[in-house]
């Protein structure tokens, strides 16, 4: 079983709410997890990092719209967004990276996690 699946994207409207959701195996329970995205002809770019047993860095562009939640007995992970804009149409990846807490919040770039799942597109039209 792959160690990070994502499901739960779709097409929503401007102004709607999505979750995607990260199911994990493998990993241990508490880990660095995160959030990014990649729209057409740009980079892939975090928009949120958490070590899961505390602590959430958010990206500015989608602060105070998006949030995190986790059930830990499933072993999955949510990406809450809300006040969907089309600028956040983009395939939606989670990733682990290794290390504790202190580390994990400093992390931004996708060569800084190691493992990912196969990504889920999210559509908000124009």
């Known amino acids: 079983q792959a160690p990070m699946v994502e499901s739960g994207g779709g097409s929503v409207q401007a102004g709607g709410s999505l979750s995607v959701s990260c199911k994990t195996s493998?990993?241990?329970?508490?880990?660095?997890l995160g959030w990014f995205r990649q729209a057409p002809g740009k980079e892939r770019e975090a928009v949120v990092i958490?070590?899961?047993?505390?602590?959430?860095w958010y990206s500015e562009s989608v602060k105070g719209r998006f949030s995190i939640a986790q059930e830990f007995h499933k072993r999955t992970h949510y990406l809450q967004m809300s006040s969907l804009k089309p600028e956040d149409t983009a395939i939606y990846y989670c990733a682990s990276a290794p290390g504790g807490r202190d580390s994990c919040l400093r992390r931004r770039g996708p060569t800084d996690f190691d493992t990912w799942g196969q990504g889920t597109q999210v559509t908000v039209p124009s």
């Open positions: 958490t070590y899961t047993s505390g602590g959430t």
């Open positions: 493998g990993l241990p329970s508490h880990f660095c």
